[in-house]
């Protein structure tokens, strides 16, 4: 079982609909990011959280500690948001390092 | 600042080859990681380095890849003798030390092994 695991893997939308991605963690952390991936490999880090909540135009990520579980949501969704989404994690074991563990992605296709 | 810069973006080898990539970080980022990533997975921790120093190796990290930042700037990644299954997306990013400031990923360097 990886230590970040993702759902869905991929998600079909018409555009204007609310988005949610899941993502459920197995180790202490100290820090969650939410990535966005387009196609060419780019990665742009969207969102770092250690509790609670955060809000970014039409993005919102939450994070529950105690449950280990992470939301990504994305508020009338748009055929630019089509990507990969990837949460990511730094364990407390990594806590020195900032090194991240990441999930295997969200494919996100968004329909006009 | 232009961000993390990688080059080059794809690079075309035979297999028992050579290749290098390069990675310059933002400026004042101390710290310097190398990841790869698949198709259809999340990346994975390869090396880093803050300044000069290489300070944690992956076991994914095998004989044939070395990694080095030797003035505590830019870094190289080469792959000696390369193999079909090196072939991956090679990510870099670069951050400052303490609180996770400023974690920012290169384009990425892809890399096909035929």
Not at chain 1, 25 to 34: D, E, K, R
Not at chain 1, 69 to 93: E, Q
Not at chain 2, 80 to 99: F, H
């Amino acid at each position: 079982k990886n230590e970040v695991e993702q759902s869905p893997q991929n998600l079909t939308a018409q555009e204007g609909e609310f988005i949610t991605i899941n993502c459920s963690y197995s180790v202490g952390i100290s820090a969650l990011h939410w990535l966005q991936q387009h196609p060419g490999g780019g990665i742009v880090s969207l969102f770092m959280l250690s509790s609670g909540k955060k809000k970014h135009g039409r993005l919102i990520a939450t994070i529950n500690i105690q449950e280990k579980h992470s939301s990504l949501h994305i508020t009338a969704s748009h055929p630019r948001d089509s990507a990969v989404y990837i949460c990511a994690v730094r364990s407390w074991a990594n806590f020195g390092n900032e090194k991240l563990t990441f999930g295997t992605g969200t494919r996100l296709t968004i329909i006009p | 600042d232009t961000g993390v810069s990688q080059n080059p973006r794809h690079k075309i080898t035979k297999r028992g080859q050579n290749v290098t990539f390069r990675c310059d970080p933002i400026s004042e980022h101390n710290r310097l990681y190398w990841y790869r990533q698949t198709l259809g997975q999340g990346p994975e921790f390869l090396t880093y380095f803050q300044n000069e120093a290489q300070l944690e190796k992956s076991r994914l990290l095998s004989d044939r890849f070395s990694a080095e930042r030797p003035k505590g700037s830019f870094s190289t990644l080469e792959i000696q003798r390369t193999e079909q299954g090196d072939s991956a997306m090679y990510l870099c990013a670069s951050s400052l030390t303490g609180g996770f400031r400023g974690y920012t990923f290169g384009s990425g360097t892809r890399l096909t092994v035929v």
